[in-house]
């Protein structure tokens, strides 16, 4: 595209920006832009690149974009641009995988996250694993290597400290998955209850909007409706189920399937009950549950007039009596103790791959303790060793690649 003035961008220096005309085929200017140029290496591909800042709008920008494609530009494929910075060795492919992440991000917890995985903690802890293992079945390979002369480089006692001590650590990355998990997608904390007790009601002044509809009339809620909001960071997607009444109206037996369902898969269940009601017990799940008695001004807010469970939290979904506090108990409920582990796995291939480690080094294990021959022991570490790779894509297919990329937005 032209410049105008004596300093074609071919000539540029790497990190500068310049002001000029972009131009149409006939050299009349489209508009008045700034290009910035990057020189390989220094730049987010590796490769050289320029970025060109137009004054915005779709008609200009498609045109300006037309003229690209006409001097022989392509438009660039989802994710293509972190593809070839990973392909280039600009960040490895638990790096890459932390930018869609982090543009995905919808919550403070969750960007924390992402932005520390862009960084390079999860793939600094997974070098180090590596190369543990590497130096470990080096000396496995030099004892093989003098086996005849009946020399024990490494005693096995050795080996399995060494091995144990990984696996330890690796088990610990799995286990900080729950928590990771949580940061990223947030945490579906479920609201059931009777008809009519006020779980749209509670819903609606959780969030601060009328969502869903409130009305008189039992089991109104047919279907399930999942809203998100955020507390001191972390994201909750709260979800007003249709009640586990039971019930012959065919729309609503429907909703009270979805409801199991659903609780199978809740991290928190808020049991809403009514204060001027009795009520039977749910069934019984080993999800945290937290008790809410609602529509306590109808009681006169006097706790007497009521049997209430010690931990129950009173409110009044009407009046917004105790909303904040429970606000402030799903939130405390949700926090499990923070992971030993110094990183946070929150990528579902991670965890596949760093399981597969585990279940490598536990067969290493066997081999050591049966007084197996080094070269059992060795195919097993290796094994662990590949599946690192796989994490940080030092070993990769074009199927994963595809999986990870696919996934971006155009332009990333
Ligand atoms: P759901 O069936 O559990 O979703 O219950 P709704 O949210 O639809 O509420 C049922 C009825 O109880 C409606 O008439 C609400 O206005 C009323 N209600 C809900 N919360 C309270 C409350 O805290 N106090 C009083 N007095 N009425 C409430």
């Known amino acids: ?35 910035t140029v990057f020189r390989e290496p220094h730049s987010y591909t590796g490769e050289n690149s320029v970025e060109i800042s137009c004054h915005g709008g779709p008609f200009l920008s498609r045109k300006i974009l037309r ?108 286990a900080s998955y729950a928590q990771g998990r949580i940061y990223r997608d947030g945490l579906k904390v479920l609201l059931v209850g009777d008809p009519n007790v006020g779980k749209s009601s509670i819903l609606n002044s959780l969030l601060d909007k009328d969502r869903s509809i409130v009305t008189h009339v039992p089991g109104t809620t047919r279907d399930l409706i999942e809203e998100n909001i955020t507390i001191d960071g972390m994201l909750f997607r709260l979800v007003d189920t249709a009640g586990l009444r039971e019930s012959n109206d065919l729309v609503e037996s429907e909703g009270i399937r979805r409801t199991r369902a659903e609780m199978e898969s809740a991290d928190l269940i808020v049991r809403i009950r009514d204060c001027t009601q009795s009520h039977r ?24 007039n009521i049997s209430a469970p010690d931990e129950a939290v ?66 097993d570490l290796r094994g662990a060793m590949h599946s690192l790779e796989m994490i940080i894509g030092v070993v990769t297919t074009e199927e994963i690649l ?9 332009g990333k």
């Open 402 to 410: 595809n999986s990870i990329f696919s996934k971006f937005c155009i």
């Open 67 to 174: 003229q690209l494609l006409a001097l022989g530009a392509r438009h660039a494929e989802p994710g293509e641009f972190t593809k070839r910075a990973f392909l280039n060795g600009r960040i490895d492919l638990a790096q890459a995988e932390a930018v869609a992440d982090l543009i995905r991000a919808t919550s403070e917890s969750a960007r924390k996250l992402s932005l520390d995985q862009l960084r390079g903690r999860l793939s600094h802890k997974v070098q180090e694993l590596k190369e543990r293992l590497l130096s470990l079945c080096g000396s496995l390979e030099v004892e093989l290597d003098f086996a005849e002369e009946g020399l024990a480089v490494v005693p096995a006692e050795q080996t399995l400290a060494a091995v144990t001590a990984l696996k330890a650590e690796i088990e610990r990355m799995i």
């Open 314 to 379: 009173l409110i009044s979904a009407k009046t917004g009596y105790g909303i904040d506090i429970l606000k402030k108990k799903i939130a405390e409920r949700s926090h499990p103790p923070a992971a030993a582990a110094d990183v946070t796995l929150s990528n579902l291939r991670h965890l596949r791959c760093l399981e597969e480690a585990a279940k490598r080094l536990e067969n290493a294990l066997e081999s050591v303790r049966n007084g197996m021959s080094g070269e059992f022991v060795l195919v």
């Open 1 to 35: 595209a032209g410049h105008r003035g004596r300093h074609p961008l071919r000539m540029a220096e790497t990190h500068t920006a310049h002001v000029g005309s972009f131009l149409d085929e006939e050299g009349a200017a489209i508009d008045e832009v700034v290009a």
């Open 281 to 304: 017990s749910p069934p019984p799940s080993g999800i945290p549950l937290l008790e809410v008695m609602n529509k306590f001004d109808l009681v006169g807010y006097d706790r007497t």
